[in-house]
């Protein structure tokens, strides 16, 4: 079993790292800042496609506030439009099973979730008219992860000292020139695998024995398909990535465990590429591959010592499953194959531990965003240690820098915590929760870190679909999203506008393997510590007195 | 304001509509029976999906693993017990004994519920232990209901039901 699943592993990290250095050279070039960037002739069809719609590409200075201001407008359109028609679903067109209505705190949580690149879901899938599935869902599956990227890519063109760049042509480029592009390929292969893509309703057939059994279908494959490839993670069905439909085999099973960890692989040799440094890209992708090497065996060992078939399905055996669980919550996609909260507790600890870390690779842009700030913690704590100024990429990092990072920090275990422990004090919280003793406390926790981390998977026994979990969750989801993102904007601001220090070689290099340790040292320690001891009280606890 | 507009609307025609149109369009000139979700006929009408677990419960046919929801309803879910959940280990000692062969104790995918409350599967191991009991219902030697199963495993140690189940109707007409 061990060779085994060894031999998968390794084979699904070489395919996905090589076509991961492939992607993110091309989006270092392609997204290079336009004075340096190569025009192919894809470049010229988005230059003329973006005039048409009254954008000036060479126009790519957008100061940190504006890049900011012009994201926070095209999120609050798609807030507004997907909200009212999720509210509005059973009077629209394309709704051949009759959905009705959604109310206003699921729609409201579902439009946030959805938006913030997590697909927490409160509502089962089969819930949805194919209209909200695949036009407002299916949009914003696209739209979510292309946020957080445009964010990464003006954060990596600052620290080269670079324009930021103009943000509606990063959005609809990376949309045009990459999400699309992949979709379409995966997307049709899913379809040859198996996955359906139709938009006839419902179909009841005879069973064998007599009775009339409903078949939920739908345009599937267009929405798993991106669901992983920008690490949204929604599910089509309630069951996810578990429902045959979605996942009907191994292979498609390998397609989105590869599809989920290509674009936050590739970042890191996208940033190597940009700010002219391919090394120290590569550093930041080792460090990772390194945690998500050691998580992922992790999660191997708890399953495969524990054998069991509940809340799995036997087509993907212990192995895919341990794949794809690791993987989904590293990459924090939230897709699921199988029923994370009967998973054995070890299982769990590994989830919260991904997510919480949220730098084993993280989601689509997110994630590379949170390796820089730990970056940055690192070269603070090390200034600190030998009492030089600290320095990143020439510049100096200061009070400024330093105050937003800690808030950028701490945002997180805020929301995760402070969550949590409101949840269970308040009645409406505890009454969700659907299992006894330790694992309770584990639902609670789970919730809040994936609705933080924008992960969006679940230990789905706990019972939120109600105005309490919709709305306490949403704040967990809305501001642990949009702070990190404009933080991470407005350090780079800040640090553009300084003169570079000149580099010599007493400077504090950020590209050897000691400061991969340093920064390896980082991520554990002030990542990990926070959460200790109510990982401690969760999953730790369940497993003692299993 | 008007670029942020424009984006927006074009960017959902593209992604919205676009995108899924053409994907629709391919699946359903390539491989249309998959794209309709892969059901199967016989006669001339739909008896189920060979990816969706429909319940059986007579004597005559294999049956699937125990299933969270209603499957002839269509909504799909897990069970969502904790492995430290007592009544997990309450609900796997009832199927054992509701549905034990000659007191063996059955395989782990008899008595737990699937992630989808779909699972197509059962194991080779627990559809043998199903064997004795279509073998007498349908008057067939055992030998003959276990040749079918490994035919229909190939090389996997799982076996769809449902094809197996429409294998044991072929094979007897």
Known sequence: MWTQFMIQFWILLVIALCAAVLLGRYIGVYFAPVAERRVDKIGKVERRLLLLLGVDEKKHDQSWVGYSKSLLLVNMFFFIGGYLLLRFQGSLPLNPNGAVNLDWSTALHTTISFMTNTDQQHYSGEALSYLSQTFVLGTMLFVAPTMAFTVCIAVIRGLANKPLGNFYADFFRFIFRILLPISFVFGLAMILLGVPQTFGGAVSVTTLEGAKQLIYRGPVAAFEVIKQLGNNGGGFFGANGAHPFENPNQFVNFIQMFLMLLIPMSLPIAYGKIIGSAKQGRLFLSVMTLLFIMMTVGMAGSLLANPTAHGQELRFGQIGTALYSSITTAAETGAVNAMHDSLHPLAGLIQLGNMMLNVVYGGAGAGFLNVLLYAFVAVFLTGLLIGRTPTFLGKKIETFEVKMIAIALLVPPFLILVGTAISMYVAPGVAGISNPGYHGLSQVLYEFTSATANNGSGFEGLGDANVYWNVSTSFALFFGRYIPLILMLAIVGSLKAKQSVPQDEFSFKTDTPLFGTVFLGTVVLVGALTFLPVLVLGPVADWLTM | ?173
Not at chain 2, 42 to 49: C, L, Q, T
């Open chain 2, 1 to 173: 304001m008007k670029q942020a507009i424009r984006v927006t609307v074009f960017v959902t025609a593209l992604c919205g509509i676009v995108f899924p149109a053409l994907l629709t369009l391919f699946g359903q000139l390539l491989v249309p029976d998959k794209a309709e979700g892969s059901l199967v006929q016989e006669n001339g009408k739909f008896i189920g999906s060979e990816l969706i677990a429909q319940p059986f419960t007579s004597k005559q046919y294999f049956h699937g693993r125990p299933s969270a929801v209603d499957q002839l309803a269509g909504a799909s879910a897990g069970d969502n017990l904790a492995a430290s959940n007592p009544e997990l280990g309450t609900k796997m000692a009832e199927l054992q004994k509701q549905n034990q062969v000659d007191g063996a104790s059955l395989p782990d995918d008899a008595l737990v519920t699937s992630g989808s409350g779909f699972d197509p599967h059962i194991s080779v191991d627990y559809a043998l232990v199903q064997a004795k009991r279509i073998a007498t219902a349908r008057d067939l030697s055992r030998e003959e209901v276990r040749k079918l199963i490994t035919k229909e495993a190939e090389t996997h140690d799982y076996v769809n039901v449902l094809r197996l189940n429409l294998a044991l109707d072929r094979s007897k007409s």
